[in-house]
């Protein structure tokens, strides 16, 4: 993960809370893009497994940094 990407995702990480704001969903969509090389796109917020997993997936790439 680059550093300024780390740096963000420190920042995410160190406000945790229930709810995500339009902006964090925005900055786990295109961290999720960037990394796992998919076209940029907000998954609905309707279904928060998306989201949840997403999540999972980029922990996982800064835990292995």
Do not use: G, R
Not at 17 to 33: F, P, R, Y
Not at 41 to 49: E, G, L, Q, T
């Amino acid at each position: 993960m680059e550093a300024i990407d780390k740096k963000d995702w420190e920042i995410f990480q160190s406000n945790p809370s229930d709810k995500l704001t339009v902006e964090e969903v925005k900055l786990v969509a295109q961290l999720h893009a960037k990394y796992y090389k998919h076209p940029y796109h907000v998954p609905c917020s309707c279904n928060p497994k998306t989201i949840i997993k997403w999540i999972d997936e980029l922990n996982k790439i800064y835990e292995n940094e």
